[in-house]
Nanobody
Framework: QVQLVESGGGLVQPGGSLTLSCAAS????????MSWYRQVPGKEREKVAS??????VYADSVKGRFAISRDIAKNTLYLRMNDLKPEDTAVYYC?????????????WGQGTQVTVSS
């Protein structure tokens, strides 16, 4: 059993910053890829950023403002969000492609709300 638990969401003013965290736990052998997605009501879930051994990739809408990082020893993923805009308002989800003794597959966190508003 694998669990992903996000934290760090909240209300922030435009131009402000937030850092999201996602802690993975359970019978993990290897985490191959970790990503952040976001979703607003009525729209499809959008990939914001992902990271693996090869580096990080970002959506054009967040390049230069968001930074994804990972603490491999702690199985924890982070998303530092700077210069936040109202259009960044969404529920942010952590995703990880993980190998366990039962095989490999995608796992999702429960989501954390980020609201950017004055």
């Amino acid at each position: 059993q694998v669990q992903l638990v996000e934290s760090g969401g909240g209300l922030v003013q435009p131009g402000g910053s937030l850092t999201l965290s996602c802690a993975a736990s359970g019978s993990i052998i290897n985490i191959i890829l970790m990503s952040w997605y976001r979703q607003v009501p009525g729209k499809e879930r959008e990939k914001v950023a992902s990271i693996n051994e090869g580096g990080a990739v970002y959506a054009d809408s967040v390049k230069g403002r968001f930074a994804i990082s990972r603490d491999i020893a702690k199985n924890t993923l982070y998303l530092r969000m700077n210069d936040l805009k109202p259009e960044d308002t969404a529920v942010y989800y952590c995703n990880a492609y993980i190998t366990t003794f039962d095989g490999s597959g995608d796992h999702w966190g429960q989501g954390t709300q980020v609201t950017v508003s004055s």
